[in-house]
């Protein structure tokens, strides 16, 4: 099964989470989504694989954020999926896929359960 990352090496959550992937011989493919932008399709599966909420999916700390003048409980599936493609700061980091499975490393050790 493939592993990947969807990684900001800027984030400390994001570079703790890969440390602990590779601490438990896990290496996984790295998308630094910063550099490569993910297309609304592919947010839309990040979604669904990662469950719950879409809200939090959505980073709402940063000046991207604010600048749409909305709060997060306000927004819809459809308005969190355009916020994240034309904004991907926005995507809550780092987010860890294992085949139809994610998780967001929020702590680190949220992840853990992908790898069995």
Not at 72 to 97: C, F, M, N, T
Request: charged share 25%.
């Amino acid at each position: 099964m493939t592993i990947t990352i969807w990684h900001n090496p800027r984030c400390g959550k994001s570079r703790q989470t890969l440390a602990l992937l590779q601490e438990k011989g896990v290496t996984p493919a790295v998308r630094e989504y910063l550099k490569q932008p993910p297309g609304k399709a592919e947010v839309e599966a990040l979604l669904d694989m990662v469950g719950g909420e879409p809200a939090a999916l959505i980073r709402d700390g940063e000046a991207e954020f604010k600048a749409l003048g909305r709060k997060k409980a306000e927004l819809s599936r459809a308005d969190i999926v355009e916020a994240i493609v034309a904004h991907p700061i926005l995507l809550q980091r780092p987010i860890v896929v294992a085949g139809t499975k994610a998780a967001i490393g929020r702590p680190p050790e949220a992840v853990l359960p992908l790898l069995k």
